[in-house]
């Protein structure tokens, strides 16, 4: 048979491409004639440089150092894929995570984002892909568009991934449901909301209220005035990926996350890889690997959690958060023997 494997990073333990092996693994331990083809997704957030780095092993890896979050000098790198195009990562430029456990919603910037893009640009790069989750900053994009100073797109253009839908402003915008996460109280949610508008003001041509546009803290806002187009991350991963193709004749399809929940539903990763198997692989057999599974599986043929296989493992559940890639394992294994 011919397996795909496309999960998601288990966030903040395994990296998608480690999950996917993980389960390739298991899967072949049981059925060694099987093809497995692993295809390590994300969904413009953290893991997305990962995933397009697996994906094309010949693309080429820019090391640069950038202004991070709190402003201090960060070292990371934007990647060169084959047809010219650069993928710039802003979890890895301006992400929460840098910060640690030091929120700076004042003073938190997405400049170093803008950075890495320029760094890109000043290569000659064909196009870009820009994955907008995890900002530690609710900016409203305003530090990138700096960094860029009006500079042209490329040729090819600049496809932005996010998987949130927010507009810029409002009870649903970038600091009513993103901000608390960066350190904004909730008394000031109304401040920073009024900043947003006023950074609205200065593009009149860009509705605020375009889906995705408080993305990041509203960088996604300040690349639409840049002339990006937003697309829904999983979909454009899958879609550079080449997913669609490496779908067809697939017999079983295995996709994941860390916590599969009513959220998952909403242009997660397993939400995309299952109607993309719909459309391009019809009959194939489409199961869930997660970390926890805390939503109704009526879209997916057989499940596996690893929070279950740990504790019926080891008797601790939490160990599936410690050491994800051997639960992993065998789930892969667990499947295969349902095949």
Same mark, same amino acid.
């Given at each position: 048979?011919?397996?795909?494997?496309? =999960?998601?990073?288990?966030?903040?333990?395994?990296?998608?491409?480690?999950?996917?092996?993980?389960?390739?693994?298991?899967?072949?331990?049981?059925?060694?004639? $099987? /093809?497995?083809?692993?295809?390590?997704?994300? $969904? *413009?957030?953290?893991?997305?440089?990962?995933?397009?780095?697996?994906?094309? =092993?010949?693309?080429?890896?820019?090391?640069?150092?950038?202004?991070?979050?709190?402003?201090?000098?960060?070292?990371?790198?934007?990647?060169?894929?084959?047809?010219?195009? *650069?993928?710039?990562?802003l979890?890895?430029?301006?992400?929460?995570?840098?910060?640690?456990? #030091?929120?700076?919603?004042?003073?938190?910037?997405?400049?170093?984002?803008?950075?890495?893009?320029?760094?890109?640009?000043?290569?000659?790069?064909?196009?870009?892909?820009?994955?907008? !989750?995890?900002?530690?900053?609710?900016?409203?994009?305003?530090?990138?568009?700096?960094?860029?100073?009006g500079?042209?797109?490329?040729?090819?253009?600049?496809?932005?991934?996010?998987?949130?839908?927010? +507009?810029?402003?409002?009870?649903? %915008?970038?600091?009513?449901?993103?901000? +608390?996460?960066?350190?904004i109280?909730?008394?000031?949610?109304?401040?920073?909301?009024?900043?947003?508008?006023?950074?609205?003001? #200065?593009?009149? #041509?860009?509705?605020?209220d375009?889906p %995705?546009? !408080?993305?990041?803290?509203?960088? @996604?806002?300040?690349?639409?005035?840049?002339?990006?187009?937003?697309?829904r991350?999983?979909? *454009?991963?899958?879609?550079?990926?080449?997913? +669609?193709?490496?779908?067809? *004749?697939? $017999?079983?399809?295995?996709?994941?996350? @860390?916590?599969?929940? @009513? /959220?998952? &539903?909403?242009?997660?990763?397993?939400?995309?890889?299952?109607?993309?198997?719909?459309?391009?692989?019809?009959?194939?057999?489409?199961?869930?690997?997660?970390?926890?599974?805390?939503? +109704?599986?009526?879209?997916?043929?057989?499940? &596996?959690?690893?929070?279950?296989?740990?504790t /019926?493992?080891?008797?601790?559940?939490?160990?599936?958060?410690?050491?994800?890639?051997?639960?992993?394992?065998?789930? !892969?294994?667990?499947?295969?023997?349902?095949?």
């Open positions: 048979m011919r397996i795909v494997v496309a =999960p998601d990073s288990f966030k903040g333990t395994a990296t998608a491409a480690a999950v996917a092996s993980a389960i390739a693994t298991g899967w072949s331990a049981e059925r060694p004639d $099987d /093809q497995v083809v692993t295809v390590p997704m994300a $969904d *413009g957030g953290e893991g997305t440089l990962d995933a397009f780095a697996t994906a094309f =092993p010949e693309a080429v890896r820019h090391a640069v150092t950038v202004t991070g979050p709190d402003g201090a000098p960060h070292d990371t790198w934007w990647l060169r894929l084959p047809d010219g195009r *650069g993928v710039v990562e979890a890895a430029t301006s992400g929460l995570p840098l910060l640690g456990d #030091h929120l700076l919603p004042d003073s938190a910037t997405s400049r170093g984002f803008g950075e890495a893009i320029v760094a890109a640009l000043d290569t000659g790069v064909t196009g870009l892909v820009l994955g907008i !989750g995890g900002s530690a900053s609710t900016d409203g994009g305003a530090s990138v568009l700096e960094v860029l100073d500079r042209p797109l490329p040729p090819g253009g600049v496809t932005v991934l996010t998987d949130v839908t927010a +507009p810029l402003t409002g009870p649903t %915008g970038a600091a009513a449901v993103f901000g +608390p996460q960066k350190g109280a909730p008394s000031r949610v109304a401040e920073f909301d009024a900043r947003l508008r006023a950074l609205a003001a #200065h593009h009149p #041509h860009i509705d605020p375009t %995705g546009a !408080g993305a990041a803290g509203g960088v @996604g806002f300040g690349l639409l005035a840049w002339g990006a187009v937003l697309v991350g999983a979909e *454009g991963v899958a879609e550079v990926l080449g997913l +669609p193709t490496l779908l067809a *004749g697939a $017999d079983v399809v295995v996709t994941g996350e @860390g916590r599969f929940d @009513g /959220q998952s &539903a909403s242009g997660k990763v397993p939400s995309v890889v299952h109607a993309m198997a719909s459309a391009h692989a019809p009959g194939a057999r489409v199961v869930l690997v997660a970390g926890a599974i805390d939503a +109704p599986l009526d879209d997916f043929a057989a499940a &596996a959690s690893l929070t279950v296989i740990a /019926q493992t080891t008797g601790e559940p939490d160990d599936a958060l410690r050491d994800p890639v051997r639960f992993a394992t065998i789930a !892969g294994t667990r499947l295969a023997r349902m095949a």
